[in-house]
């Protein structure tokens, strides 16, 4: 099972970044995908989630109505739209895999560093 992601990038605040996951060896619509990310010093945290069907997300607080995920089971893909990037949204980010029927996230993408300038 491989998740690779990608986009991250640097940008100024109010800035927009579209980080992509794209998934292989794994049925990835037997998947709920969520994206976390980890600032320095400080613990990973969860920053949103989709399920399998693409019906039904989360957002934490400090993203919403700021980041969108979706997913295209087609393409064993998901994404995360970020608009009015702020410099706390400095990270590296990561994709995660959790099998619907299991409650922990099993599988983890290598990161991808987003960084906001103030």
């Known amino acids: 099972v491989q998740l690779q992601a990608s986009g991250g990038g640097l940008v100024q605040t109010g800035g927009s970044l579209r980080l992509s996951c794209a998934a292989s060896?794994?049925?990835?619509?037997?998947?709920?995908m969520g994206w976390f990310r980890q600032a320095p010093g400080k613990e990973r945290e969860l920053v949103c989630t989709?399920?399998?069907?693409?019906?039904?997300?989360y957002y934490t607080n400090s993203v919403k109505g700021r980041f969108t995920i979706s997913r295209d089971n087609a393409k064993n893909t998901v994404y995360l739209q970020m608009n009015s990037l702020k410099p706390e949204d400095t990270a590296v980010y990561y994709c995660?895999?959790?099998?619907?029927?299991?409650?922990?996230?099993?599988?983890w993408g290598q990161g991808t560093q987003v960084t906001v300038s103030s």
């Open positions: 995660a895999a959790r099998n619907i029927r299991f409650a922990n996230y099993e599988y």
């Open positions: 060896g794994l049925t990835f619509s037997s998947y709920a």
């Open positions: 989709i399920s399998w069907t693409g019906g039904n997300t």
